[in-house]
């Protein structure tokens, strides 16, 4: 597997919780001394509860027991995603036009990186945001990270 351990462990755990009802909405991933932290965020249709976050990480936690990708003792979390869910895919923005939104993007574009508003548009090449009455079009490339705003 090629990529950030992040994108590795994405691609290792998402068709399993796919299979399991749920869709992996995000995954953290992060390394401190000697020990790290593995978290995952689910969603399906009917909403997650306790039960289904337990069955999610009884599941995954036998899959990277077997796959072990990660170098170092780690704790897994498995939790909602919350009232500001992150938007990772161009399914989940396709999910939430409509919805109040904040990007960021990767690079600066005319010296702005933040911007929130009301996403308008998403599609093949990006997504459209409306931001203090005007539109602003961006490519999936150029999103560093997005989430639902309050």
């Known amino acids: 597997m090629t ?3 992040r994108e590795r ?23 401190g001394r000697g020990s790290a ?8 249709a009917e909403g997650v509860g306790i039960e289904d976050c ?14 072990d990708p990660v170098p170092m003792a780690y704790t897994l979390e498995v939790s909602s995603p919350g009232f500001d869910r992150v938007l990772r895919t161009p399914a989940h923005f ?4 409509g919805a109040r ?8 574009r005319e010296g702005r990186r933040r911007y929130t508003g009301t996403l308008l548009a998403a599609g093949e ?6 931001v203090d009455g ?11 990270k997005a989430r639902l705003a309050g």
Do not use: K, W
């Open 37 to 44: 932290v593995v978290r995952l965020y689910i969603d399906r």
């Open 134 to 144: 005007t539109r602003v079009a961006v490519r999936y490339g150029e999103i560093a």
């Open 9 to 31: 462990l994405i691609a290792l755990i998402e068709p399993l919780t796919e299979r399991l009802g749920y869709e992996l909405v995000d995954l953290e991933y992060s390394a």
């Open 94 to 97: 396709e999910r939430f036009v």
């Open 125 to 130: 090449p990006g997504i459209e945001v409306e």
């Open 101 to 108: 939104v904040f990007v960021e993007l990767a690079v600066a």
């Open 3 to 5: 990529g950030t351990l």
């Open 54 to 67: 337990e069955r999610v990480s009884r599941e995954v936690s036998a899959l990277l027991d077997v796959e």
